[in-house]
């Protein structure tokens, strides 16, 4: 588990609608068009999500991503992997104590009312 790093920072100025969750699992965020792993998800609310990441996510990119939950009870028959396909836009941006990790915020601009439901569950589940 990731600690929010901007949690208790007086300078970060909140202007979500609803509050952030600290996660109790693993999420990765990775881009639904080449798949490739972008970072993990710090917290998550219905409208949005904190991320630690490896690269700078600058202000105002658009993203289409897949949330991955993997089921710690995964069996050979079931994978155990939830997916979670939403349209994205990282709205701040902030470099870690190291050069080789960024915090970046993200409000949700897009996702199905099946996959909103599955946040709702990954929220009311697991955190």
């Known amino acids: 588990m990731i600690k929010d790093p901007v949690k208790s920072s007086e300078q970060h100025q909140d202007k979500r609608r609803e509050p952030r969750h600290t996660l109790e ?13 972008i970072g993990k998800l710090v917290n998550l609310s219905e409208g949005g999500f904190m991320l630690s990441s490896r690269t700078p996510i600058p202000e105002g990119m658009v993203l ?14 079931n994978s155990g992997t939830s997916t979670i396909n ?3 836009e990282a709205v701040w941006q902030k ?5 080789t990790q960024y915090w970046s ?9 099946e996959d909103h439901q599955l946040v709702k569950k990954i929220l009311a589940e697991h955190t």
Not at 25 to 37: Q, Y
Not at 106 to 112: E, G
């Open 25 to 37: 699992i693993d999420l990765e965020l990775h881009n639904a068009l080449s798949g490739e792993p």
């Open 64 to 77: 289409q991503c897949l949330i991955i939950a993997r089921d710690q009870q995964a069996t050979p028959t």
């Open 105 to 113: 915020g993200f409000r949700i601009l897009d996702i199905s009312e």
């Open 86 to 88: 939403l349209g994205v």
């Open 95 to 99: 470099e870690g104590n190291c050069q």
